[in-house]
């Protein structure tokens, strides 16, 4: 690029496959069901992260294979779109985070951001905070409820922030947080917020309900339980 943004951030999509995503709510939901609502969350995360000031987005995609497909998807919710498609590369989640920060660094952004798609109603304001604050901190994390983070972003990354962290249980994010202390940056903590990835956490999300923009996702949740007729 010859003139970009300070921040880049990376937005991991999984493409939307009943049954592979959205593992926790297939019991309530079913797995066409779950998949849909897995693919509202995500565009409704995609959608804030492209209102973000002084920011370039990027789709971080998995599987592979399924590139073409989901960058289709996206089109079809937001035309065209400017940011850059991009597989993601690692066995573990943390070599894929890396991955995803090395790359944006390699594009040459100072601040470098990854950002998941569980938090579809985190206030748009968190997110900006984490783009400002960068500018003077080694490293910000949004963290939540269940132990784990929606976002880390760093102004250099290092594969050894990501060292030992278990991932997807409650010790995530203080381990992530223990390696870089170890590494001697300074990170600031984002306000908590709620991830949503099993049956107790629904509650939560049909409470944060506010704006028009996440009718499509409560309709989902609104749907019969037996979920959408075949063919629809």
């Avoid at 939307?16 to 019991?27: A, Y």
């Avoid at 565009?43 to 971080?60: G, P, Q, S, W």
């Avoid at 950002?115 to 910000?140: F, H, K, M, N, W």
């Avoid at 590494?183 to 984002?190: F, P």
Wanted: aromatic share 8%.
């Amino acid at each position: 690029m010859a003139s970009h943004a300070p921040a880049g951030l990376a937005l991991f999509l999984k493409h939307p496959t009943p049954g592979d995503v959205k593992s926790k709510l297939v019991g309530a939901l079913g797995p066409e069901r779950a998949a849909r609502f897995y693919w509202e969350c995500a565009l409704l995360v995609l959608a804030k992260a492209l209102r973000l000031k002084h920011t370039d987005v990027f789709i971080f995609i998995t599987p592979p294979d399924r590139q073409a497909e989901v960058e289709s998807l996206v089109m079809a919710r937001f035309g065209r779109f400017e940011g850059r498609f991009i597989p993601q590369r690692g066995r573990t989640l943390g070599e894929r985070i890396n991955h995803a920060l090395e790359r944006l660094r390699m594009l040459g952004y100072e601040r470098q951001l990854v950002l998941g798609t569980d938090s579809p109603t985190l206030p748009q304001e968190y997110l900006q905070r984490a783009i400002d604050e960068l500018a003077s901190q080694d490293c910000v994390l949004g963290p939540t409820w269940d132990g784990g983070y929606y976002l880390i972003g760093v102004r250099q990354p290092d594969v050894r922030i990501f060292r030992d962290v278990a991932w997807g249980s409650p010790h995530q994010l203080g381990q992530t947080f223990d390696n870089l202390t170890a590494l001697g940056r300074s990170c600031l903590m984002l306000p908590r917020w709620q991830d949503v990835d099993a049956d107790d956490d629904l509650p939560f999300l049909a409470g944060q309900f506010r704006h028009a923009d996440e009718r499509r996702l409560q309709a989902i949740l609104a749907e019969d339980e037996k979920g959408p007729k075949r063919g629809s």
